[in-house]
């Protein structure tokens, strides 16, 4: 087994690493296309960029989805934001353990973390803590049904069939279905104008995908 990676961050801001992650700004797009195992297996190996692309995917979407499920119990104690980078940080510190079977493991991965993190907290706080109602693992946005039938595609064949695309069709399957980014989020990195045609470019790019896969 390989041991842990070491995620050095040497900052003497306050501010959050989240923030730092992309050199491309709010504007920016991926700092990388290649699927989350690649980066898996480079930031296993101490490559500090990897790392910085796994954030960047990682941190944004987790803080939306994670916005609001702290119990009243835990607020106040513990910031949401926070609680998001620690988690991501803790957990590809020991990326080793992780070994991803489909094509949304590292986001459920992490949504999962962050659950049990929270669970943590209001532990922490309370002797005898009520049993806490978490929400549903959604997103922010509804998946279409060709998105559900990428994510559950195995691993393996997307990897051998996403590096057969364009960069442009990798980095719209990678932003949507890896990094999980929403719509209107899509089109404000790539620089579209509307929502639609941000949907309609991911919708391209999967059904081209797709092909590919049952070939």
Request: aromatic share 4%.
């Amino acid at each position: 087994m390989m041991a842990p990676i070491q995620v050095i961050v040497k900052d003497q801001s306050r501010e959050p690493l989240a923030s730092k992650v992309s050199p491309h700004g709010e504007g920016g797009t991926l700092l990388s296309d290649e699927p989350t195992i690649e980066l898996v297996i480079r930031a296993r190996e101490g490559d500090r960029m990897a790392v910085e692309a796994l954030l960047q995917r990682s941190i944004p979407d987790l803080k939306r989805w994670a916005h609001g499920r702290l119990p009243a119990a835990a607020r106040g104690s513990l910031d949401t934001g926070d609680l998001v980078q620690d988690t991501v940080l803790h957990v590809l510190r020991r990326l080793d353990t992780f070994e991803p079977r489909h094509v949304g493991a590292m986001q459920a991965y992490l949504r999962q973390s962050v659950i049990n993190r929270i669970r943590d907290e209001v532990r922490r706080i309370a002797r005898h803590p009520k049993p806490a109602e978490l929400p549903q693992d959604l997103i922010s946005e509804l998946p279409s049904p060709l998105e559900e039938a990428v994510r559950v595609e195995a691993y393996d064949r997307y990897r051998a069939v996403l590096v057969q695309l364009s960069t442009r069709d990798r980095e719209m399957i990678v932003a949507r279905i890896e990094a999980q980014w929403n719509l209107s989020e899509i089109a404000r990195r790539f620089g579209m104008k509307t929502t639609d045609a941000a949907r309609m470019a991911v919708t391209r790019a999967l059904r081209r995908l797709m092909d590919r896969l049952k070939t």
